[in-house]
């Protein structure tokens, strides 16, 4: 990936542990490397093509002297995001903060902290089978697009499918959308439980009936286990009515564990 530098931007700040450091404050060097594709800019000519990097370093400047916080890493955590979110362009940025005169009382040249930030692409399967199954789906949809940290892309067609438990209840309609999201997985679990909630989801029985089913496919080509959350979705390879409206976004999207993409998995069943 192609990537802007900005090194060692000069900014006064007041950020620290120490009261002093609130008050009388003291110099921040900022680096940042920010990743993006840079060939139509190259090709063009065009500023639009590209990151105006002037206007990156005014925003850093911005973040450093508006603010006090007692931690760099909340510092860096901040131009990251406003970083991210400056241009659809950019993908990944690194953010480097440099403390060349924090108060140790041993010689050194500088600390700091660096971290690394990106958009990363999701998968997720959505489901109805209550009520106006249509205006859940698409208002699920809306309101993942209407969050700041989240960017939907494909969205499949939603199909209607048979119930796989044999409790009572009416056909499902399903479908999967690509999100590229700034959550973590964790995050982004959350936040989808918070929709299904507002949606009036209620977990009483297992495969029951729902007003709104929202769960994460695939986080990047990340391999999850924890008690909350298991990622790629356990059953999506024996689910016809994931695989089918995955497919139809992503067929050569790759299993990390299994190493057979959506198409192949859906073939299989």
Known sequence: ???IFIDKLQVFGRHG??????????????????ELSLKNAGLTDDL????????CCHLIKDICQKNTFKL????????????????????????????PSAPIGLPLE??????IREWKTAYIALGSN??????????????????????VGRVSEFIVTAPVSDIP???????????ETLYSP?????????????ADRVRTVKWGPRTLDLDIIFYGDEVIQTERLTVPHPLMHERAFVLEPLKHIAPYKKHPVFGTTVAQMYAAL
């Open 17 to 34: 542990v120490m009261s002093e450091e609130n008050t009388l404050g003291q110099m921040f060097y900022i680096s940042a490397e920010i």
């Open 48 to 55: 639009e093509n590209t990151v105006n990097y002037s206007e």
């Open 110 to 115: 500088s600390v700091g902290v660096q971290i």
């Open 169 to 179: 209840q009416d056909d499902y309609l399903n479908g999967c959308i690509a999100v």
């Open 186 to 198: 964790t995050e982004l679990l959350d936040m989808l439980n918070a929709l299904e909630k507002a």
């Open 72 to 99: 760099i890493e909340t510092l860096s955590e901040k131009i990251a995001d406003v970083l991210l979110k400056q241009s659809q362009l950019i993908k990944r940025v690194c953010v480097r903060i440099d403390k």
């Open 130 to 151: 209550m009520g106006d199954k249509q205006k859940y789906l698409d208002n699920a949809v809306k309101a993942i697009d209407a969050d700041e940290n989240c960017r």
């Open 1 to 3: 990936m192609d990537k």
